[in-house]
């Protein structure tokens, strides 16, 4: 794709395969929204109405309110109160967004996004229910923030090329593995803390972006789901083109062979690719799956989404 970052975040909705800056432009709308909410009625004398508005979309720890309002389990992983919170999320997404993207497309980078958020929503809900340590906060308890999707795409980008490095200021190449090891650690010891929920959930999404990709490995993806839904969104808002059918009269003979030539076209594709498949998986076997280049695991993985 062409262009800078700017130019993706405000073409994000224009462009397919675009998932890591529609996941950035919404977190960013949604941030310049509550941020123009909160000083306007703050300033106003109704900063309990902006409380209100927001605490409709931040996932509470309690079961019961949960349960009266569910969609939450979505809606807090898009929403952020502070400058350096939003910064520091989209930094990370970005960065290791872009090489989940490279690796395994548009689609599954939003899968992991939405299934860390939901994963580390529910460790967080479920340990505020169950741990003597929450018990006496769990009633007015409520998170928001995009860190569960974010440490899912991190932890699985380390899983995936555990040896690619980044540059890191003072500190030169850092292979991208011990960061991710890094920063679970620090969410592990920070769990019993001040941001305790948020931790936990950092926590929920480490582990489904880590388990997302063994799964993957073996041909199994658990995004399956949330690309469901997501497609059926797609079509329902998307502008279908209009199609101007023309007919023309076919002879007999012409059908004929059309008809043998798109039979004998679809097969020969069908054999080339079943070939390609084979000599991938026979290499799986002599070198392992991380010796495959890009390209190979890019067939593979569309082959496996074809053939389930």
């Known amino acids: 794709m062409y262009g800078g970052f700017w130019y993706h975040i405000r073409h994000a909705f224009d462009q397919k395969n675009n998932g890591l800056y529609k996941i950035i432009a919404i977190n960013l709308l949604a941030f310049l929204v509550l941020m123009v909410l909160r000083v306007f009625l703050t300033i106003g004398g109704s900063e309990t109405t902006y409380r209100s508005i927001i605490s409709f979309f931040m996932m509470p720890a309690a079961i019961s309110q949960f349960l009266l309002q569910p969609w939450t389990i979505i809606s807090y992983m898009f929403l952020h109160e502070g400058f350096l919170h939003i910064i520091f999320n989209m930094l990370f997404l970005y960065w290791f967004g872009m090489l989940v993207q490279e690796y395994l497309g548009s689609r599954k980078l939003v899968n992991l996004y939405i299934l860390g958020g939901i994963a580390g929503g529910l460790l967080y809900m479920i340990l505020y229910n169950i741990a003597p340590y929450f018990s006496d906060r769990v009633d007015g308890a409520l998170m928001l923030g995009a860190s569960a999707g974010v440490y899912a795409i991190v932890v699985a980008a380390a899983t995936l090329r555990p040896d690619t490095e980044f540059h890191l200021l003072l500190l030169g190449p850092v292979k991208i593995k011990y960061i991710a090891i890094f ?61 101007k059918v023309t007919y023309r009269r076919d002879t007999d003979a012409t059908r004929k062979k059309s008809g043998r030539s798109s039979t004998a076209s679809a097969a020969s594709s069908s054999r080339s690719t079943q070939e390609e498949i084979d000599r991938i998986l026979d290499k799986i076997a002599d070198k392992g799956y991380d010796n495959l280049t890009k390209e190979e695991k890019r067939k593979l993985f569309d082959f496996s989404n074809k053939d389930s």
């Open 183 to 243: 920063y679970v650690l620090v969410a592990f010891a920070n769990s019993a803390g001040a941001n305790a929920g948020g931790e936990l959930a950092h926590l929920g999404g480490a582990a489904l972006g880590f388990l997302y990709i063994l799964q993957l490995n073996k041909g199994i993806d658990m995004g399956k789901p949330v690309q469901t839904v997501g497609m059926f969104f797609e079509k329902l808002f998307s502008q279908k083109p209009k199609v």
